[in-house]
């Protein structure tokens, strides 16, 4: 089992075994791997993901509970939920803001679950209104940096539905310029322009949801 958190666009995977992805991944010369937690080895692999040599990082620990904790405690965790939504025609949602190509969400309020936010981004951004939640989706992680804090946002991610003639309002205080229905034989010159954390989600939910949403 593994996560995989993204850092300068870069996916460092943590994980407690090896599978045959990660065994591969394991064996590129532009791979980090580690296999020994501390506070040392933590600061190494944030260190080498930053090279531009390097494609992606492998930590593994057979307890990746304490793996996990001890590498968000060097971050700034902020908690985020949106959603993939769809239409009648399943179509996806994308907005494109900041030169890339996206999916509504943004930061949860004090005392609001990750449903009720989720609900909320997807409204303000895009100006939908008509909004139900099918089912929870996936949970993607990168960082950035925020001044001289080191910020990691978790990200909750929901299957969502709304009619095709919903109205579409970019939230431009947002900088979000344009909103899209995309096709699925549209989907790829799209998550091309997408960050890598975005297209996790579309493909897992294409990998997922073959015949049904």
């Given at each position: 089992?593994?996560?995989?958190?993204?850092i300068h666009n870069k996916p460092v995977y943590l994980c407690?075994?090896?599978?045959?992805?990660?065994?591969?991944?394991?064996?590129?010369?532009?791979?980090?791997?580690?296999?020994?937690?501390?506070?040392?080895?933590?600061?190494?692999?944030?260190?080498?993901?930053?090279?531009?040599e390097i494609h992606c990082g492998i930590f593994l620990h057979p307890d990746l509970?304490?793996?996990?904790?001890?590498?968000?405690?060097?971050?700034?965790?902020?908690?985020?939920a949106g959603g993939l939504v769809l239409?009648?025609?399943?179509?996806?949602?994308?907005?494109?803001?900041?030169?890339f190509w996206d999916l509504p969400k943004g930061h949860i309020d004090e005392g609001e679950t990750l449903e009720a936010c989720a609900i909320?981004?997807?409204?303000?951004?895009?100006?939908i209104q008509a909004l139900e939640i099918i089912k929870p989706l996936t949970i993607t992680y990168h960082t950035y940096e925020q001044g001289t804090h080191h910020i990691l946002k978790e990200s909750h991610w929901y299957l969502m539905?709304?009619?095709?003639?919903?109205?579409?309002?970019?939230?431009?205080e947002e900088d979000i310029e344009q909103i899209e229905w995309v096709a699925s034989e549209k989907l790829e010159a799209y998550i091309a322009k997408?960050?890598?954390?975005?297209?996790?989600?579309?493909?897992?939910?294409?990998?997922?949801?073959?015949?049904?949403p």
């Open positions: 089992m593994y996560i995989i958190i993204y407690d075994r090896l599978d045959s992805k990660l065994e591969q991944l394991h064996h590129r010369p532009d791979t980090i791997f580690i296999d020994e937690l501390g506070t040392h080895s933590i600061k190494a692999m944030l260190r080498e993901i930053a090279l531009p509970e304490a793996l996990k904790k001890a590498f968000f405690k060097k971050f700034e965790k902020h908690v985020a239409n009648d025609r399943k179509e996806i949602l994308m907005i494109f803001r900041r030169g909320r981004e997807v409204q303000e951004e895009t100006g539905s709304t009619p095709a003639d919903s109205q579409l309002i970019p939230q431009t997408a960050y890598p954390s975005i297209r996790n989600v579309i493909q897992g939910y294409i990998e997922n949801h073959t015949s049904q």
